[in-house]
């Protein structure tokens, strides 16, 4: 089993800047590619932003690309999501999730292991 656990969500105005991290735990070595989605209140799970195991590529929604950016430090089993020029849409609890597979896919059934998430919350 792979223990995820998100923090670094906050309340923060529109145009600020967050970073994200999720934290791996337990046998890592069944994790792969790991990805960002968010869910905002009424709506269904999206995708946001995934990474493959080296880091050597990375797949964006639309609706953040120029704007997120993912990243990730094996060393430590952590993997970052870099927001910027935040907008009151992006208000959503965000969650970090991994697969056995190093293919960052978009669809979430595809993903094996899940965090609780970390809320964050952009003002107008």
């Known amino acids: 089993q792979v223990q995820l656990v998100e923090s670094g969500g906050g309340l923060v105005q529109a145009g600020d800047s967050l970073r994200l991290s999720c934290a791996a735990s337990g046998r890592t070595v069944s994790s792969a590619a790991t990805a960002w989605f968010r869910q905002a209140p009424g709506k269904e799970r999206e995708f946001v932003a995934a990474i493959n195991w080296s880091g050597t590529i990375a797949n964006y929604a639309d609706s953040v690309k120029g704007r997120f950016t993912i990243s990730r430090d094996n060393a430590k089993n952590t993997v970052y999501l870099q927001l910027n020029s935040l907008k009151p849409e992006d208000t959503a609890l965000y969650y970090c999730?991994?697969?056995?597979?190093?293919?960052?896919?978009?669809?979430?059934?595809?993903?094996?292991?899940w965090g609780q998430g970390t809320q964050v919350t952009v003002s107008s």
């Open positions: 999730a991994s697969r056995r597979a190093n293919i960052p896919v978009v669809r979430p059934t595809q993903y094996d292991y």
